[in-house]
């Protein structure tokens, strides 16, 4: 056997075993996992947009019906404008910071959003506005499109921080740099978490 052949295969063999102990201390597992999070977080965004872009023909839509509560549409336009002034790069999921300012923004943008459709039931000409119908079915269906896509997010992320916090691979993630990445949470948690109050005092409302 020649020196270069011995060389050779002294190099393959070294490759083997580092392939090797790569796989067995989780490298692969969170090669894997953060591109599945990756994936997941795209979608999310994929579905702010489609609200983003469907907004303003709702907001125009609207504005055609006399009297209608100005205020309301202006809550809507800002909060849109501030959600979408958020650049949202895939960057974003490895800083909590600037995913918690993008989650407060969206969900400032959700909670305009619901004011708008509740107050329209008091507007008769709008309810029978078949292009706001149109309009509507479409955002109720993207809210629901963005709330399956965030639960997908929330299942890739506790995959992933649960390889990144156990033992052995956290050591890998320390040498790799795998963080933990943020993960959503409940925006009113304080407000949810107190029991709804139930009084018999006055009849309910037909």
Not at 45 to 70: C, H, M, S, W
Not at 99 to 114: I, M, P, W
Request: hydrophobic fraction near 40%; glycine fraction near 4%; proline fraction near 5%.
């Amino acid at each position: 056997m020649t020196f270069s052949i011995a060389r050779r295969l002294l190099g393959a063999i070294a490759a083997l075993g580092t392939a090797l102990a790569l796989t067995g201390c989780g490298y692969n597992d969170f090669q894997r996992l953060d591109e599945q999070t990756k994936s997941a977080w795209a979608e999310v965004l994929n579905q702010y947009q489609r609200r983003a872009d469907l907004i303003p023909n709702i907001v125009a839509t609207v504005k055609g019906e006399a009297n209608f509560e100005q205020e309301t549409l202006t809550k809507v336009v800002e909060a849109r404008a501030k959600a979408t002034s958020i650049q949202a790069t895939p960057e974003l999921v490895n800083n909590p910071e600037a995913f918690n300012k993008f989650q407060a923004a969206q969900g400032e943008l959700s909670s305009a959003l619901s004011r708008l459709l509740v107050v329209t039931e008091n507007y008769p000409n709008l309810k029978a506005n078949q292009g706001f119908q149109d309009l509507r079915v479409q955002l109720e269906g993207t809210e629901n499109r963005i709330t399956v896509a965030r639960g997908r997010y929330v299942k890739a992320v506790q995959d992933y921080n649960v390889l990144a916090r156990s033992f052995p691979t956290n050591l890998t993630a320390m040498l790799f740099s795998y963080p933990v990445k943020p993960n959503f949470t409940v925006q009113n948690e304080a407000q949810i978490s107190q029991p709804p109050a139930v009084s018999f005092d006055k009849p309910a409302s037909k």
